[in-house]
């Protein structure tokens, strides 16, 4: 699925047995970015190279093993630089703490962080610049990206509901904090999930039960 914005393209792929949603942007040069590869890393490649991008960043919304699972695969063929919030990058290299122990059929492959995400960060690619908002709760060291009314939420915001919160370092008390925090944006905005399908910011405010308990 390929959806036009205003200087850039979001491709979403559905990978591995736990069906988690893959994002490629891609400036108008032809630049791209991943976010979240969590596996089937031969299915993002043949998207990126039937396209002739050239893939420079593989972003992590968090550390959890379904969405790293290709992150090592990518960034060895194409050489691109992998960025994690400071809390989760101990999750890229740590079966346990990464969740995998629950899918033991599923193997795990760590991944080496090349650059740290902040509250506040702006990441520059071509023409697109990426915002970085910290959001943890699902892990302590979730975060979002936005760019051009898009979100990116990782597993911070389902439709309809939001991530679960009893792994490693999860913590429903700053879940509630976060979506606080999404809530405030002043404008409504697309929200690309981690699983499931897309929505938006405003539909969540009016319909998702989690965000009605903040009210």
């Known amino acids: 699925m390929i959806r036009q914005g205003d200087n850039m393209k979001v491709t979403k792929l559905t990978v591995g047995e736990l069906e988690e949603n893959c994002f490629i942007i891609t400036a108008p040069d032809s630049t791209a970015i991943v976010i979240d590869p969590g596996a089937e890393g031969e299915v993002i490649a043949a998207e990126i190279e039937s396209r002739g991008l050239s893939l420079r960043k593989i972003l992590l919304t ?8 290709a992150a090592a695969w990518l960034k060895e063929r194409y050489g691109a630089q992998v960025y994690v919030s400071r809390p989760d990058e101990v999750m890229l290299s740590d079966r346990e703490k990464s969740g995998a122990l629950i899918a033991p059929y599923i193997p795990f492959h760590p991944v080496e962080a090349d650059g740290r995400v902040r509250d506040g960060d702006t990441i520059c690619e071509g023409s697109m610049r990426i915002k970085v908002m910290e959001t943890p709760g699902h892990s302590a060291g979730s975060v979002c ?3 051009n009314g898009c979100i990116f939420v990782g597993d911070t915001v389902f439709r309809g509901s939001v991530g679960r919160t009893d792994l490693y370092s999860g913590d429903p008390r700053q879940l509630s904090e976060s979506l606080k925090k999404l809530a405030s944006l002043d404008e409504d905005h697309k929200l690309y999930c981690g699983h499931g399908a897309d929505t938006t910011l405003e539909a969540e405010k009016k319909f998702n039960p989690f965000f009605k308990a903040l009210t």
């Open 62 to 69: 968090h550390g959890h093993f379904d969405h790293i699972g």
């Open 145 to 147: 990206y936005i760019v």
